[in-house]
């Protein structure tokens, strides 16, 4: 058993309550926030009810550990703090303390179950793994395993969710006609533990990570490609904090719009089809504002031609979230869909046509958001629109 | 005390899903941006009992019909960015928070106006008037969380009332709720609002609730001013008409200086020159703190003055050039236009110093800009040994919005509360050196007759009076109200009453034994029975002083309190 508080202490994160300004900068960018209105699902509600615990040793009662898991982790908090209070690292951190009390919600035990049980999320047979790969089974039935220097790693939502496999096929098309010389895990493919930093289970991310990093290495792998940026930011942010810096060293990891930036200026490449297409782009968070990582996909859309990229009133670093992000969907799925439906009525006013991102839990989240609103905007990840200007 | 039958009729008012009266949640609406040492909350006991979010001036209306027909306290509340106390409850009660009243209702590009609710916060505001080239002309500093109503109600100035005054000068005209449950329009002079027969006012609420205003009419004053900086005590403020401008170019100048004389002498001679949109300056010791926090830009001089121009490109340029030339005999240095952009971007955050606290003691005062050099010195002196970032922005009066901030730290229980001194005597300095007080809300009470000038004075008290006459609105704030000690600090008053009781028989029989045997024989602690019925004694003391304790006023407290809070500090420092 712990003592109180320990993973705030563990950071020096337990003084960041009385640091707090209460300006409430924080609550106007907040999704939870602004889906409710109610301080007490703003962060600086939530810092200001765990100030008073933390000074008293208090444990963290059961409905507010609920009110902690609202929040999408977007990092919009910390981005305007005054204080510059630490603050994604600070939710994960409480979550933690909250996976201490047992007080987790249902959604989280059952991943957890999930991932000790079976290495993935979806409770799947590891064995399946490369259903995805159905479609493109050609350019990847003699890559399962080999020794490259470049992997893709498809991630779980990708690999199990049927309506996503379509991002994996379009990065081996690409890959393919760029004559990348590329390898996949398959089966040897683990959870990237995302979920467990997200939900601050941070220890049982360590076997994953290691895992995943001795199978890379194994094969001699120099670059691994993400189309998922949960699992990118596992790879480039969290594994090095849980492992060491020396643990991922020699190995670079580069989103799936970097990775194309890339081929398209070594010329390996090029677009050769007119899309006449109005795109709004949405940066997703565990990109952007987690990883300052905005200007790939941008430089990618405006290389197609005939394109016009659209940017929305809160882009880049002030970019709003999608609703799918800190594990909501799970915990509270019509509060997810709200705030997605939201950030699709801001793709609208842009005039856009087509919204587009590069991340399956907010193709998920704002497909999801165009039902509910009962939008005509379409969207499309960016895959999809890279690999119709390839013309593959 | 809100009994179950108020929770379930204001809950009825609101609607469920816009009320709650759970523990944690009244603990979220019970505080504002400062933080109360732990002596001030037991003498001022901000705790609310429920909280409403009214999503129509009707709901307010009925709300508040309700709660002065069952006296029951009602403290509006923007979105709790402020530090005067204007927003915390002091006898229980129920926080009317006015975040939902949050729409835009019209906007009006031939008079230039813009209707709102009063829940909006600037920020959202100024995007949407962004995409139509619009702009306000002032806002706070705050604006990313700041209500319009929570600004208009607390009062001030802000970015751009160096060119366009503070909020009083954007207010057009307001719909407020009365403390009686009339919804009124401040444009009209308060006579025909105020008048039993004529005209209508727009709504008179749920019949069961309505009863007709007993005010008579006897003011003749547009009423729209009389509404700005009254912190929701004459009535709650729903919708507001500001003016709005067209959006034009900012070009943001950063200026260095080697000292305050400088800085200062440079200021007046910008204002010589044109009026910029904002004007702003920090201390030395100020920009040392940014550094300490890897927040200071690169620059030649240690006191920094942001003067932000607003025009077209062509008049911009040609008063930046004017201005450059005239600093030139203050040394001052224009910086890059990078770190122009840089301060510029930095104007929302000015508590970026707490993190090196991890708490501070604010305090805000206007000061006329032709004596600041002499309120800094004074400050500097009667604060020596204590952390003090000092910032200001010129308004359109040419005084000084200054705002300190000193670094403290609330663990440190005794020292931060003594230290709640330094709040009021910067203001009080303030005042010496010509100024006037900021904002009122609660902490400035003393100095309310003097902020809003006798006859403005005189004229709000007699409508709160008329209105309000049990101040059940918004108590406390604006009038002077008495303290409301929390049981604890009851409790323990009763306490040391009984055992200061005992000790001084015990010690009279010891010194004056002989008065004692010859007056006052009964007096006597010297069995269990006796020790018991003179505890109860005195804890009957206790009780009165407790009583009469509750009959002063906070101004009085605050007033009488400050030069023990001053020596207390020099103690425990």
Redesign the interface.
């Known amino acids: 058993m712990t003592k109180p508080y320990e993973p705030l202490k563990q950071d020096g994160l337990e003084?960041e309550p009385?640091?707090c300004?209460?300006?409430?900068?924080c609550?106007?960018?907040c999704p939870a926030y602004l889906d409710t209105?109610?301080?007490?699902q703003s962060p600086r509600?939530k810092i200001?009810?765990l100030a008073?615990l933390i000074k008293n040793n208090k444990p963290i009662p059961a409905d507010?550990a609920a009110r902690i898991f609202n929040c999408t982790l977007c990092g919009a908090c910390q981005e305007?703090c005054?204080?510059?209070i630490p603050l994604l690292r600070f939710w994960q951190r409480v979550r933690q303390e909250i996976g201490n009390l047992e007080e987790w919600p249902e959604i989280v035990n059952y991943i957890d179950t999930s991932i000790q049980e079976t290495q993935n999320i979806m409770e799947m047979d590891q064995e399946d793994r490369n259903l995805w790969t159905d479609m493109v089974d050609d350019l990847v039935e003699d890559r399962i395993g080999i020794k490259a220097e470049v992997a893709y790693f498809a991630g779980c939502n990708i690999s199990f969710k049927g309506t996503l496999a379509h991002m994996g096929e379009n990065t081996i098309k690409i890959m393919h006609a760029a004559g990348v010389d590329f390898t996949i895990l398959g089966e040897e493919e683990y959870c990237c533990g995302n979920p467990y930093f997200v939900a601050g289970g941070f220890d049982k991310g360590i076997e994953l990570a290691k895992h995943n990093l001795q199978k890379m290495k194994e094969l001699g792998v120099k670059t691994v490609v993400f189309n998922c940026p949960g699992c990118h930011r596992s790879f480039s942010e969290e594994y090095p904090h849980l492992l060491g810096k020396e643990a991922t060293e020699g190995l670079e990891f580069l989103p799936f719009s970097e990775f194309v930036l890339r081929l398209l200026n070594e010329g390996k490449i090029k677009f050769i089809k007119n899309y006449p297409h109005v795109v709004a782009w949405h940066d997703p968070c565990e990109l952007g504002r987690h990883q300052n990582i905005y200007n790939p996909a941008r430089e990618v859309l405006n290389a197609i031609p005939g394109i016009q990229v659209r940017e929305m009133?809160h882009n880049r670093n002030k970019a709003r979230c999608c609703g799918g992000g800190g594990l909501l969907k799970g915990t509270n799925p019509m509060m997810s869909v709200r705030i997605s439906g939201r950030r699709v009525e801001e793709a609208t006013k842009t005039g856009a046509e087509i919204m587009s991102s590069e991340c399956p839990s907010c193709t998920m989240s704002l497909k999801d958001g165009i039902e509910h609103i009962e939008s005509d905007m379409k969207f499309k990840d960016l895959s999809q629109i890279v690999v119709e200007a390839l013309g593959l | 005390m809100l009994r179950n039958e108020h929770l379930q009729k204001l809950a009825d008012i609101v609607g469920e899903d816009f009320f709650?009266s759970a523990e944690?949640?009244n603990?979220?609406?019970s505080?504002?941006?400062s933080?109360l040492p732990g002596i001030v909350n037991d003498l001022i006991n901000p705790h609310a009992e429920a909280v409403a979010?009214p999503t129509t001036s009707e709901i307010v209306s009925n709300l508040l019909k309700y709660c002065k027909e069952n006296n029951i306290q009602v403290i509006p509340r923007g979105?709790?960015?402020s530090g005067y106390g204007g927003a915390l409850p002091t006898k229980g009660g129920l926080v009317v928070d006015m975040?939902?009243m949050n729409e835009i209702y019209d906007i009006d590009k031939g008079s230039m106006t813009i209707q709102v609710g009063a829940g909006i916060?600037w920020?959202?505001l100024i995007?949407f008037l962004e995409?139509e080239g619009l702009s306000v002309a002032a806002y706070p500093s705050?604006a990313?969380?700041c209500t319009v109503g929570g600004w208009v109600a607390a009062g001030g100035c802000g970015i751009g009332s160096t060119k366009y005054g503070g909020i009083r000068e954007q207010v057009v005209e307001m719909e407020v709720v009365l403390p009686d449950g009339e919804i009124i329009s401040t444009i009209k002079p308060i006579d025909e609002v105020f008048k039993d027969d004529k005209p209508e006012p727009f709504f008179k609420g749920d019949k069961k609730f309505y009863w007709e205003s007993e005010v008579g009419s006897e003011n003749n004053e547009e009423s729209t001013s009389m509404f700005i900086d009254s912190n929701g005590t004459l009535g709650i403020i729903t919708k507001v008409v500001l003016s709005i401008i067209p959006i034009r170019k900012i070009k943001p100048m950063t200026i260095s200086f080697p000292n305050k004389e400088q800085t200062m002498g440079a200021m007046q001679a910008i204002l010589r020159i044109t009026r910029p949109f904002y004007l702003h300056f920090i201390t030395d010791e100020f920009f040392g703190m940014l550094k300490e926090?890897d927040k200071a830009p690169d620059v030649a001089g240690e006191w920094l003055v942001l003067c932000a121009l607003e025009g077209t490109e062509e008049e911009n340029n040609e008063f930046a050039e004017k201005i450059t030339k005239a600093i030139a005999m203050y040394h001052g240095t224009v910086e890059s236009e990078e770190i122009g952009h840089h301060e510029w971007d930095e104007r929302?955050?000015?508590?970026?110093v707490?993190?090196l606290?991890?708490?501070v003691a604010p305090s805000e005062v206007y000061v006329p800009l032709e004596r600041m050099v002499d309120f800094i010195d004074h400050c500097n002196k009667h604060f020596k040994g204590e952390r003090m970032a000092m910032e200001g922005a010129v308004n359109h009066r040419n005084e000084v919005a200054v705002l300190t901030w000193f670094l403290d730290d609330?663990?440190r229980r005794i020292p931060f509360m003594f230290g709640w001194y330094r709040s009021l005597d910067v203001i009080n300095i303030g005042i010496k050196k010509g100024g006037r007080a900021y904002s009122i809300g609660m902490w400035n009470v003393a100095h309310s007759r003097q902020f809003y000038g006798k006859e403005d004075y005189t004229k709000m008290a007699k409508l709160k009076k008329r209105t309000d006459s049990k101040s059940y609105l918004n108590s406390h704030k604006v009038f002077p109200g008495p303290l409301y000690l929390s049981t604890r600090i009851g409790l323990l008053i009763m306490l040391a009453a009984a055992i200061a009781v005992l000790i001084a028989i015990m010690v009279a029989w010891w010194i004056v034994p002989s008065i004692l045997t010859a007056y006052v024989p009964w007096v006597v602690v010297n069995d269990p029975a006796t020790f018991l019925l003179w505890a109860i004694v005195g804890v009957g003391v206790g009780f009165a002083v407790q009583e009469f304790a509750n009959l002063i006023p906070i101004s009085v407290v605050l007033s009488m309190g400050t030069p023990f809070l001053r020596l207390g500090r020099k103690i425990f420092h």
């Open positions: 003084i009385i640091v300004a209460r300006c409430g900068f609550t106007f960018v209105l109610w301080d007490s509600g200001f009810q008073d507010f305007i005054q204080t510059n009133k | 709650s944690y949640m603990q979220l609406y505080h504002d941006i933080a979010q979105h709790g960015t975040t939902r916060i920020g959202r995007e995409d705050s990313p969380s926090l929302f955050y000015p508590m970026r707490k993190r606290g991890p708490s609330e663990r």
